[in-house]
Nanobody, 120 residues
Framework: VQLQASGGGLVQAGGSLRLSCAAS????????VGWFRQAPGKEREFVAA??????YTADSMKGRFTISKDSDKNTVYLQINSLKPEDTAVYYC????????????????WGQGTQVTVSS
């Protein structure tokens, strides 16, 4: 079971990015896939999760962060708009049988993370 996060990079404030989380090794039809982020010196925080067609987004992330999925590609996306320097973090995707949940310990499988850096 592997989750591969990609799509990060260096962007200017106000720009957009779409992160991808590709699952391999098994299907995740019954799993929720979530995105977390961890800024330097801070705890890993929940961003959003999706299972089937239902989504769950942290209140602090609503408006600029949109999670979606392509089941045929077994891939979950995180669209981030109007990026701010405080969005700079490593973004991780993870899979859980629980939905909705913001708890890190409820996520069984984790990807390696993709770095997002926003310059001012």
């Amino acid at each position: 079971v592997q989750l591969q996060a990609s799509g990060g990079g260096l962007v200017q404030a106000g720009g957009s990015l779409r992160l991808s989380c590709a699952a391999s090794g098994r299907t995740f039809s019954n799993h929720a896939v979530g995105w977390f982020r961890q800024a330097p010196g801070k705890e890993r925080e929940f961003v959003a999760a999706i299972r089937w067609s239902s989504t769950y987004t942290a209140d602090s992330m609503k408006g600029r962060f949109t999670i979606s999925k392509d089941s045929d590609k077994n891939t979950v996306y995180l669209q981030i708009n109007s990026l701010k320097p405080e969005d700079t973090a490593v973004y991780y995707c993870a899979a859980s049988l629980r939905f909705p949940t913001m708890r890190r310990d409820m996520y069984e499988y984790w990807g390696q993370g993709t770095q997002v850096t926003v310059s001012s």
